[in-house]
Nanobody, 127 residues
Framework: QVQLVESGGGLVQAGGSLRLSCAAS????????MGWFRQAPGKERECVGA????????YYADSVKGRFTISRDNSQNTLYLQMNSLKPEDTGLYFC????????????????????WGQGTQVTVSS
């Protein structure tokens, strides 16, 4: 299992920016596709961004496309989510997660395909 620790959440006004980080340890980070998920109260956990093990392919939910950027630094075992032009509807608990199988090269957004999860970092966007 890989251990994941998120940081960078906080309270920001609408239109502002935040950069989330996810520090990984344990099994080899660079081997696994990664995802960022968020969960708002009363809603299902949704994938807002995903990236393959090499960083060559990325996915974004329609609701964040053009505003969020997912990236990874395999030399630093770190995953990032740059969030710009934040909206109140972006509010939620943000989790990073590592895929269950290594070197798939396939983007997946289903929580069931991810086996390691961080504890989450809260993002609150005020209007």
């Amino acid at each position: 299992q890989v251990q994941l620790v998120e940081s960078g959440g906080g309270l920001v006004q609408a239109g502002g920016s935040l950069r989330l980080s996810c520090a990984a340890s344990g099994r080899t980070f660079r081997m696994y596709g990664m995802g960022w998920f968020r969960q708002a109260p009363g809603k299902e956990r949704e994938c807002v961004g995903a990236i393959t093990w090499s960083g060559g392919s990325t996915y974004y939910a329609d609701s964040v496309k053009g505003r969020f950027t997912i990236s990874r630094d395999n030399s630093q075992n770190t995953l990032y989510l740059q969030m710009n032009s934040l909206k109140p509807e972006d509010t939620g608990l943000y989790f990073c997660a590592a895929e269950r199988s290594p070197f798939t090269g396939l983007l997946t957004t289903s929580p069931a395909d991810f086996s390691s999860w961080g504890q989450g970092t809260q993002v609150t966007v005020s209007s």
